[in-house]
């Protein structure tokens, strides 16, 4: 299948900085990349929907300006989680998908920790 | 609202015998159903897909059924290994350019 890079895989900062998660596909391009996010024995949460070049779309309840989202290239996208709280603590993860297939493919997830 | 549900957080199943792992859902407008397995602190990998059009699809020791009428559909696994153990998750989308919805999850235990 299809290759996707996410980094870091785990990051610990303190409360009030910023955290910035990429998201690459490797060996194709990515027309659509989805950011997920996982709390502990829960499922894989939809936060934002991103086309390229154009704006992200996000879910109820997800803060566009805490969670900023830049899709600027079909191989390249980025998270970045501003002014971080101890309960944004989570597991992110992003996925990517092309026009030519049905499923999409994931990264190895980022594991962040706010202190 | 739970679109895709995963009644089952756990099971536990005999190397070298069935694992059957169920999901049902509630949007009808759904077209393509899919199921990945997940290993802790590791982003979902794609295991089977179906389309909606189609009842049954084989890969390997991984079969996938569908009924569409009772919105439920469950993933096969055949013989079990215990390298299959791993969390699966269901997931579901509609036709276009639309993200995947996905269940809470069934972890798979399989014993040697």
């Known amino acids: 299948g299809a290759v996707v890079s996410q980094h870091p895989s785990r990051v610990i900062c303190k409360s009030g900085t910023s955290v910035k998660i990429e998201c690459r596909s490797l060996?194709?391009?990515?027309?659509?990349m989805f950011w997920y996010r996982q709390f502990p024995k829960q499922s894989l949460m939809l936060m934002a929907t991103?086309?390229?070049?154009?704006?992200?779309?996000?879910e109820q309840g997800v803060e566009k300006d805490k969670f900023l989202i830049n899709h600027a290239s079909l191989t390249l996208s980025t998270l970045t989680v501003t002014s971080a709280h101890p309960e944004d603590s989570s597991f992110y993860i992003c996925?990517?998908?092309?026009?030519?297939?049905?499923?999409?493919?994931f990264g190895q997830g980022t594991r962040l920790t706010v202190v | 609202d739970q679109q895709v549900k995963q009644n089952s957080p756990s099971l536990s199943v005999q190397e070298g015998r069935i694992s059957i792992l169920n999901c049902d859902y509630t949007?009808?407008?759904?077209?393509?159903f899919l199921w990945y397995k997940k290993y802790p602190a590791e982003g979902p990998t794609f295991l089977i897909s179906?389309?909606?059009?189609?009842d049954k699809n084989e890969d390997g020791r991984f079969t996938v059924f569908l009924n569409k009428s009772a919105k439920h559909l469950s993933l096969h696994i055949v013989p079990s290994q215990p390298g299959d153990s791993a969390v699966y998750f269901c997931?579901?989308?509609?036709?276009?350019?639309?993200?995947?919805?996905f269940g809470k999850g069934t972890r798979l235990s399989v014993i040697a």
């Open positions: 996925s990517a998908r092309d026009r030519g297939h049905t499923e999409a493919f």
């Open positions: 060996d194709f391009q990515a027309t659509t």
């Open positions: 991103s086309n390229e070049g154009s704006k992200a779309t996000y």
């Open positions: 949007n009808s407008m759904f077209d393509y």
């Open positions: 179906i389309s909606s059009i189609k």
């Open positions: 997931a579901a989308r509609r036709s276009g350019n639309t993200p995947l919805v």
